[in-house]
């Protein structure tokens, strides 16, 4: 089991930008694809972003690409989301999740297995 932390929300105004952190512990961080997720009032939860167990692919919802990009740190077993020009349709809680296969090789495929708390973001008009 992985325990996963998420840091980082808040509030910005439209344009702004954000970094959102997750620390993973208690499972091998390097197998895995890892990936972030948000919910918004009222709405399913939704896939955001997805980086490859060995961090060189990454996978992006269309409404997000261009604008977010996910990152992982191997020496810190953490996963970031850097979130410019954002706009009040990002706001949201935002997961960080970590997939239930080890070493998946195609990222569209990702299945969320573990879940952080989440973290606010809010993105004022």
């Known amino acids: 089991q992985v325990q996963l932390v998420e840091s980082g929300g808040g509030l910005v105004q439209t344009g702004g930008s954000l970094r959102l952190s997750c620390a993973a512990s208690?499972?091998?961080?390097?197998?895995?694809?890892m990936g972030w997720f948000r919910q918004a009032p009222g709405k399913e939860r939704e896939f955001v972003a997805a980086?490859?167990?060995?961090?060189?692919?990454?996978y992006y919802a269309d409404s997000v690409k261009d604008r977010f990009t996910i990152s992982r740190d191997y020496a810190k077993n953490t996963v970031n989301l850097q979130m410019n020009s954002l706009k009040p349709e990002d706001t949201a809680v935002y997961y960080c999740?970590?997939?239930?296969?080890?070493?998946?090789?195609?990222?569209?495929?990702?299945?969320?297995?573990?879940w952080g708390q989440g973290t606010q973001v809010t993105v004022s008009a």
């Open positions: 999740a970590a997939d239930v296969s080890a070493y998946r090789a195609v990222l569209s495929d990702f299945v969320p297995g573990s």
């Open positions: 980086t490859s167990w060995s961090g060189s692919n990454t």
């Open positions: 208690g499972r091998t961080f390097s197998r895995y694809a």
